[in-house]
């Protein structure tokens, strides 16, 4: 028996939870429920994260947590429950299977199979944003070696153990060349240890056009956070509906099982919701937790259940279904094919689909770190980087001197182009003359100096190299 955490969130989600819990209890599914209040009320009641600390404490103690969509309210400083529960619980990896029932469920990729495998931490999903000026607001974007470490070989140990026999990483490191170079970097590295298993590395961009176009061409794709958060929708709704596909959250002591969709807050109460992507995630909850007979057996009575074209209203289809039915209607239709097998729609079998034990990240030894520079964000309302240019210079000092500045990553100064349109967010980059060292006093003499020429510095970035190599990005046009 399995203890597990249970919260029916709001809009559809008591309706598609009680129907997903059903089916799988009345499998034979050996659960014992503790049910948690997450989302609106509690978001109404007070509490802007959503979940109440006695609920944190249930979900941390039973380690398996299966949610129901849930309902943010919009404005007033509410966070994504979602993303506050990936985060505490260090739920890394986002695994969201995305496989065709053609020609049972309408799709124009009648072969599609793969699964997307997504960073779940950190990228711009930390939400660490400030407005600096009168016209820029930024929002940093956090690539970790351990996240892209973790997140990578989860994919291909997952691959390994599916029979899948390629991994794709798709990653924007032809602009982004320190964050998504480090991705594309680690990816290369941990592949070279799967030389079984064939790997590939696509620019998203050109990546996702032939994934919508093309998907058969690839098997499990990895990468970072935002891209996965779409592409995975994509994915779920090329393959025939959102509304259909499962998540697994999966951490190195929790893991979070859901549906992909919403809360749908106009169907709720209607009995016409259907169930099947949080039975999706049900069902990789039980083959995370060893219940691989009982997953098996609830896999295939749903395939068969939709071979029977007994569907409910958002995937029903004249002269291909045969039954429109209601929420509860569909989890009795599908409990009664509990023991079938589907004969068109390919049956699954679950051997060995319990819970990958990855090792824990090693840290690796410190490089050498040195300090070669300083970036000053200065915030100017003028338009002519020439005079910025002119401003700056006087607080030089000890032989660091202005090498360059930016507007918008742009190079505008020296040689910029009058034609570039600047607003009022000026990075201006300090670096030492030859021969000359620099050092963090050095930094304090800039901003000092700064301060006593009126000069708005709004933040600094320190240049450094690690054993040599630059660790920061060049201006574009440099």
Not at 268 to 290: D, E, F, T
Request: one cysteine or more; glycine letters at 8%.
């Amino acid at each position: 028996m399995t203890k597990i955490t249970v919260a029916k969130g709001d809009g559809i989600g008591p309706e598609i939870m009680d129907a997903t819990l059903e089916i799988i209890l009345a499998a034979g599914a050996k659960l014992e429920i503790d049910e948690i209040e997450v989302g609106e009320k509690v978001y109404l009641a007070g509490n802007t994260s959503g979940i109440a600390p006695e609920s944190w404490d249930v979900i941390r103690k039973n380690k398996i947590f299966l949610k129901a969509p849930i309902t943010t309210p919009q404005g007033g400083g509410y966070k994504s429950l979602n993303v506050t529960t990936r985060k505490f619980l260090g739920l890394y990896a986002n695994v969201r299977p995305c496989k065709s029932l053609h020609p049972f469920v309408k799709t124009k990729h009648p072969v599609m199979d793969i699964v997307i495998v997504r960073e779940n931490e950190e990228d711009l999903y930390a939400g660490i944003e400030h407005q600096q000026t009168d016209e820029v607001v930024q929002c940093l974007k956090l690539i970790s070696r351990p996240g892209c470490e973790k997140i990578v070989r989860y994919a291909f140990e997952y691959a390994k153990q599916q029979n899948r026999k390629k991994v794709t990483c798709f990653t924007k490191d032809n602009i982004m060349k320190q964050t998504d170079g480090l991705f594309h970097q680690v990816f290369d590295e941990i592949a070279k240890e799967y030389p079984e298993i064939e790997n590939e590395h696509w620019i998203i961009d050109i990546g996702a056009a032939k994934m919508a176009d093309t998907p058969e061409a690839f098997d499990v794709i990895v990468m970072p956070n935002l891209y996965g958060d779409v592409l995975s929708d994509v994915a779920a709704q090329i393959t025939g509906s959102v509304g259909l596909a499962g998540s697994a959250n999966i951490g190195e002591e929790c893991s979070m099982f859901e549906a992909i969709h919403g809360s749908a807050p106009r169907r709720a109460g209607q009995n016409v919701a259907n169930p099947s992507g949080l039975l999706q995630g049900a069902i990789m909850m039980l083959n995370h937790i060893g219940e691989t007979a009982v997953a098996e057996k609830v896999q295939n009575a749903w395939l068969k259940t939709l071979e029977d074209g007994i569907h409910t209203y958002d995937i029903f289809k004249e002269g291909t279904s045969k039954q429109k039915v209601g929420t509860k209607e569909f989890a009795k239709a599908v409990i009664a094919n509990l023991g079938k097998k589907p004969t068109i729609l390919k049956s699954v079998t679950y051997a060995n689909d319990a819970a990958l034990n990855l090792p824990k990240y090693k840290r690796k030894p410190m490089g050498k770190k040195e300090l070669v520079g300083v970036d000053l964000f200065v915030h100017w309302d003028g338009t002519d980087p020439n005079e910025l240019a002119a401003k700056v210079k006087i607080i030089e000092s000890g032989g660091i001197t202005l090498s360059m500045i930016t507007n918008r990553g742009i190079k505008v100064w020296p040689e910029g182009f009058k034609e570039t349109f600047c607003t009022d967010h000026w990075r201006c980059r300090f670096k030492p003359n030859e021969g000359v060292e620099i050092n963090k006093s050095n930094i304090i003499e800039l901003l000092k100096n700064a301060l006593n020429e009126k000069i708005d510095t709004i933040k600094t970035e320190n240049l450094y190299t690690f054993d040599g190599k630059a660790g920061y990005s060049l201006g574009q046009g440099q």
